[in-house]
């Protein structure tokens, strides 16, 4: 089965301060990688994705990944964090067998930057 | 948002009632989802939809039953609601060309008493 895992629960970084947001992913083929932000009380929000090509993925709001193959990562980076990027983030992966291309999602990392 | 509505957005429900949750699309897209969230498990898959009356069972189906009679709408069905169905429920769909991104609606806070 296709997964992901985020193998810190909570990060904590000063605002200015670049962010690494870190999953890795346990997948048979090429990956479809996602990653989602959720504010409080609301839904998910699409950031980026990785599906071929160019293993530095540029999304919404800053943010970017790096996919990894050797290392099996996808890793959640901005060079300069907000106050404002405080939030949950995901990494996902599409699944391969009978789903619907449904998404398999890890735990979830909590963000904390700090003035 | 990809016009993505979900009703009702807060219930709460006593152990044993049925309980039905909708989701709305206003934009077409065939794929549609049901997941979970609770804490430490990020979101699960309950069932999904792949077009008009066909669908099929995600990984945490049990207790739990899906109809998809028009494109728009996907609902979601706790045919006797227990407490460990205490959950927010978010309805998805899947963005139509091959990005296989899913958006999502704004959640359903249920709460079994």
């Known amino acids: 089965a296709q997964s992901v895992a985020q193998p810190e629960d909570q990060v904590n970084v000063a605002e200015g301060n670049p962010l690494t947001v870190k999953c890795t992913y346990s997948?048979?083929?090429?990956?479809?990688l996602f990653w989602y932000v959720q504010y409080p009380n609301r839904g998910l929000q699409f950031l980026l994705k990785?599906?071929?090509?160019?293993?530095l993925v540029k999304g919404s709001y800053g943010f970017e990944a790096e996919f990894n193959k050797s290392q099996t990562s996808f890793h959640l980076k901005k060079p300069s964090a907000l106050v404002s990027d405080s939030a949950l983030y995901f990494c996902?992966?599409?699944?391969?067998?009978?789903?619907?291309?449904?998404?398999?999602f890890g735990k979830g990392t909590s963000l904390l930057v700090t003035p | 948002d990809a016009g993505i509505t979900q009703s009702p957005r807060h219930k709460v429900t006593e152990t044993g009632t049925p309980v039905t949750l909708r989701c709305h699309q206003t934009?077409?897209?065939?794929?549609m989802y049901w997941y979970r969230q609770d804490p430490g498990h990020g979101l699960r898959l309950i069932h999904y939809?792949?077009?008009?009356?066909?669908?099929d069972k995600g990984e945490v189906s049990d207790g739990y039953s899906v109809s998809r009679s028009k494109t728009e709408d996907f609902l979601l069905t706790l045919e006797s609601a227990t407490s460990s169905q205490t959950s927010v429920y978010f309805c998805?769909?899947?963005?139509?060309?091959?990005?296989?991104?899913?958006?999502f609606g704004p959640g359903t806070r249920l709460t079994v008493t």
């Open positions: 990785y599906i071929t090509g160019d293993n």
């Open positions: 934009e077409n897209h065939r794929y």
């Open positions: 998805a769909i899947r963005a139509s060309g091959g990005g296989h991104e899913q958006y």
């Open positions: 939809s792949y077009g008009v009356k066909d669908t």
């Open positions: 997948v048979s083929g090429n990956p479809y």
């Open positions: 996902a992966v599409r699944d391969m067998g009978n789903s619907g291309y449904a998404l398999n």
